[in-house]
């Protein structure tokens, strides 16, 4: 079994045929095109023509964007977000390029499918078919994503129309989208919150630049009194707010799988590499260090993976009454995405000065992998976020139905109907305990469990202070223990439902033990931290992972090693 994609022997967890297809179109085109067209076109900061016309010719997006209620009858149209972060996956496996070009164009449907303007729905449904890409107006220069600051304006005319002005920054898409969702107030006393609609074609829209250099487009553009009909109105008011961040909900959920897909193509060059170099009078990869590298960054590709499959199943069943997703999507955004990094940085570490050879995948994607941890809200903005759900997840659990996995063809459409973005901290969660238990044989899962009882307890008894709770460089390692806890969650159901065997599961469990006494440390070296909290700090630091070498072994043997030679992109 390799838990990694391999595009040349791809098996979709689709059950579908029509997404299969889908699937396999598009690795034909990426292997068709070749490696060395994919770097040139990267170097040279080529847009992506060719990608837009495959993805239209076929109705790729139209197919996985559209709700099926808009289709007119086409059986493969869904909003499937099971679907939908496979194929997230699978373009940043080629290139994060690929994959935002697909990233922003969901960003932009999100205020159009959560509108009750059905003429502009039918419109998104209409342009999708033909091969439209689309866009999310929403930052500005000076603010960022800062929405309160927003200063694009709309102002009524007298006869039911408006005119729109103001500047947008950073907007994927914003060179060629047919239609553009930006957000702006309305300036006629109310100062009310507006999402309309744009297009790049209007006199009225200058497109001023492409932000950075890249073939992905970030633009930069004025609005300089474009007109505005009620027809071009999405939302307004208290709606239009929650519009924005319930977007940034949907969207922050396919940026973990395109950090998963960028890792595994660089892992499988990086094995494939170091196997078969010899320095020293030895293989590369009989060096204790390296070999060490290599697992440790499987396993956390593997834990990512399994991560991200079982939230996904939560995302999907969510509802008014099930918002367990709130927590573990910021957790997939901040966690997968810098697991990814540190996937890649263990990686070169052991390539060393092949990373940065032009004809390489992972000198793209390395420069890249930076990029998906800022997206739709920093690591920081995230880890904060999470915090608001502790409480209830360790202290006030409440009982739910089992979530079976997700593979339905169906609609995911509670996401465009999500509710007021408030209340994160009523939010119930089911109890962690019952699943680690399952797994408290295997003494890395148990050395996790001792360090996350301490946690607890520090928690209850020794818990940040007001000053420490406002101080992110005490806060922010706390979050990230608590983060911990729920990704170990979420991988032991994965676990379960897939029968992944107990050496590889205990063999993640080593790292995650690790990376648990790390931030311990972080909150023992604070300045502000108290002895009674340095003393939690220690009893967790002082639990270490367990090792057992024949196991590593035999993991590294029939899983790690064996990914020599596995997959090369077609040249």
Not at 79 to 92: G, I
Not at 406 to 430: A, C, E, N, R, V
């Given at each position: 079994m390799n838990y990694l994609i391999q595009p040349k022997k791809f098996k979709s967890l689709m059950a579908d045929e029509g997404s299969r297809a889908i699937m396999e179109k598009t690795i034909a085109f990426f292997e068709n095109m070749g490696k060395q067209r994919l770097l040139d076109d990267y170097h040279r900061a080529i847009w992506y023509r060719e990608f837009i016309?495959?993805?239209?010719?076929?109705?790729?997006?139209?197919?996985?964007?559209?709700?099926?209620?808009?289709?007119?009858?086409?059986?493969?149209?869904?909003?499937?977000?099971?679907?939908?972060?496979?194929?997230?996956?699978?373009?940043?496996?080629?290139?994060?390029?690929?994959?935002y070009c697909f990233q922003v164009t969901i960003l932009g449907l999100g205020p159009i499918w959560m509108s009750p303007n059905e003429k502009a729905k039918r419109k998104a449904a209409k342009l999708l078919r033909e091969g439209a890409i689309f866009a999310f107006g929403l930052s500005e220069r000076a603010h960022g994503a800062d929405i309160y600051s927003t200063e694009t304006a709309l102002t009524p005319k007298g006869d039911g129309t408006y005119v729109a002005n103001g500047e947008k920054y950073y907007i994927g898409n914003g060179n060629e989208a047919e239609m553009v969702s930006t957000l702006g107030k309305v300036k006629d006393g109310t100062d009310d919150y507006v999402f309309f609609v744009t297009n790049y074609r209007h006199k009225a829209y200058q497109l001023k630049k492409n932000v950075i250099n890249h073939q992905e487009y970030v633009s930069n553009f004025a609005l300089n009194d474009y007109p505005v009909t009620e027809d071009d109105i999405l939302s307004r008011g208290p709606h239009a707010w929650d519009c924005a961040l319930n977007t940034v909900n949907i969207g922050k959920f396919n940026i973990g799988p395109a950090s998963i897909g960028l890792a595994e193509h660089c892992f499988y060059e990086a094995i494939t590499h170091a196997s078969n170099r010899i320095l020293y009078g030895m293989r590369v990869t009989d060096m204790p260090h390296v070999r060490k590298n290599f697992m440790d960054a499987w396993l956390r590709l593997v834990a990512m993976k399994m991560y991200q499959r079982r939230a996904t199943d939560y995302f999907r069943n969510a509802s008014p009454k099930d918002r367990r997703y709130l927590l573990y999507n910021p957790t997939s955004k901040m966690k997968v995405t810098l697991q990814s990094e540190d996937v890649v940085n263990l990686l070169w570490d052991v390539i060393a000065a092949k990373g940065f050879e032009k004809d390489t995948y992972f000198h793209m994607a390395a420069s890249d992998m930076r990029g998906p941890s800022k997206l739709e809200g920093t690591v920081h903005v995230n880890?904060?976020?999470?915090?608001?759900?502790?409480?209830?997840?360790?202290?006030?659990?409440?009982?739910?139905?089992?979530?079976?996995?997700?593979?339905?063809?169906?609609?995911?459409?509670?996401?465009?109907?999500?509710?007021?973005?408030?209340?994160?901290?009523?939010?119930?969660?089911?109890?962690?305990?019952?699943?680690?238990?399952?797994?408290?044989?295997?003494?890395?899962?148990?050395?996790?469990?001792?360090?996350?009882?301490?946690?607890?307890?520090?928690?209850?008894?020794?818990?940040?202070?007001?000053?420490?709770?406002?101080?992110?460089?005490?806060?922010l390692p706390l979050g990230e223990m608590f983060s911990i806890v729920v990704y170990g969650q979420l991988i032991l159901e994965q676990a379960q439902i897939d029968k992944v065997e107990d050496d590889v599961v205990n063999q993640i469990f080593d790292f995650m033990v690790r990376d648990f006494a790390h931030f311990a440390l972080q909150i023992y070296g604070n300045h502000a931290s108290t002895d009674e909290q340095r003393g939690y700090c220690t009893k967790i630091m002082l639990i270490k992972a367990v090792p057992a070498p024949e196991q590593y072994q035999r993991v590294w043997e029939k899983y790690v090693s064996a990914l020599n030679g596995e997959y090369e992109m077609n040249p």
């Open positions: 016309d495959f993805i239209g010719r076929e109705r790729i997006f139209f197919k996985l964007l559209t709700p099926s209620q808009y289709a007119d009858g086409d059986p493969d149209a869904r909003w499937d977000t099971a679907r939908n972060s496979e194929y997230s996956e699978l373009l940043a496996f080629y290139g994060l390029g690929y994959w880890v904060q976020l999470i915090r608001k759900f502790m409480k209830n997840y360790f202290f006030n659990p409440a009982e739910y139905a089992p979530v079976p996995p997700d593979f339905s063809l169906k609609d995911d459409m509670f996401l465009f109907d999500q509710g007021p973005t408030k209340g994160l901290g009523s939010i119930q969660f089911h109890d962690y305990k019952p699943v680690f238990d399952a797994f408290k044989s295997l003494p890395n899962v148990g050395a996790f469990m001792k360090q996350t009882e301490i946690f607890k307890e520090m928690l209850e008894k020794a818990g940040p202070d007001k000053a420490q709770d406002m101080d992110p460089s005490w806060s």
